[in-house]
C-alpha cells in the first residue's frame, strides 16, 4: 500500500522542476536534478542494517521508488548516502545531529516539562543588569549551559532522524522508533522550546507539499 502511493511521485517532481512558475515554490532549488538516484533493494538493505532497525514504511518506499533525498518541504529532505567503508550518513543541516547507531532505540514521547523549561528561560541573563562584560558572559555561558543540557542532548533525539530545515537553525525529524514511529516532530529548540509533534506521517508531509508546491508553481 505505501509503494503505490509513491507511484509517479519521481515523475511529479521531475515535471515540478521544470515548471515556469517553479521559482514561487519556497526553498526549491535552481539547477541540478531535483532529486538523488532511489536507493536499490541492496542499498537500503545495507543502510538498515547498519542502523539495526527497519525504517518507516512510507519513508523505506520513498527511498525506493522516489530518491534518496533530494526536494520536499522547506529546503528539501536530506539524502542519505552510503561509505565505502559500509557506514551511511544523511547530509544536510543539522544531519550529523542524527545518530544512525542509536534509531533503533525509542524516541522519547515523554518530553521537557513545560514549567521546568520556561523557568528556565525566564532566567537568561539581561546584559543591561551586568555593569561588568565578563561577568555577563560568564552568566550566560552557564545558563547556555543547563539550556543544552535539558534540550540538546543525544537522548532527545534517539530513534529519529534529522530529515530537513525549515532554515534559521529549525529542523523537522522522522521518528523511526517508538510509539511515534512513522511521524513527523518538529524542532524549534533554537528558540528555546522542545520537539513536538507535527501531526502527519511522513508521507503526509512529503504529498501534502508536493500538491502545496504544484499548485503554486502553476498560479505563478
Known amino acids: 500500500m505505501s509503494a503505490q ?26 539547477g541540478g536534478p531535483p532529486l538523488e538516484d532511489p536507493l536499490t533493494e541492496g542499498e537500503l538493505a545495507a543502510l538498515e542494517r547498519y542502523a539495526g532497525v527497519r525504517l518507516p514504511e512510507e519513508y523505506r518506499d520513498f527511498l525506493l521508488h522516489v530518491g534518496a533525498g533530494g526536494v520536499g518541504p522547506a529546503y528539501g529532505v536530506y539524502p542519505v548516502r552510503g561509505r565505502p567503508d559500509g557506514t551511511w550518513q544523511w547530509h544536510g543541516d543539522g544531519a550529523d ?3 544512525p547507531r542509536r534509531l533503533a532505540e525509542p524516541f522519547p514521547v515523554d518530553r521537557v516539562d513545560p514549567e521546568v523549561l520556561d523557568a528556565l528561560v525566564a532566567e537568561q541573563p539581561d546584559e ?17 549551559e543547563r539550556m543544552e543540557a535539558l534540550l540538546w542532548t543525544d537522548e532527545s533525539t534517539v530513534g529519529a532522524i534529522c530529515l530537513s530545515t525549515t532554515g534559521c537553525a529549525q529542523r523537522q525529524w522522522l521518528v ?7 511521524n513527523m516532530w518538529d524542532d524549534p529548540r533554537c528558540d528555546d522550546a522542545d520537539l513536538e509533534p507535527m501531526g ?18 502553476g498560479a505563478a
Open 5 to 30: 502511493r509513491w507511484a509517479g511521485v519521481r515523475e511529479r517532481v521531475t515535471a515540478l522542476a521544470g515548471a515556469p512558475g517553479v521559482a514561487a515554490v519556497f526553498g526549491f532549488p535552481r
Open 97 to 99: 545531529m542524527t545518530l
Open 128 to 144: 543591561e543588569e551586568y555593569d561588568d562584560e565578563d561577568a555577563f558572559d560568564a552568566a550566560h555561558e552557564a545558563w547556555e
Open 176 to 182: 523511526v522508533s517508538g510509539p511515534e514511529r512513522g
Open 200 to 217: 502527519v506521517t511522513f508521507a503526509e508531509w512529503y504529498l501534502n507539499w508536493l500538491d502545496d508546491a504544484t499548485r503554486t508553481a
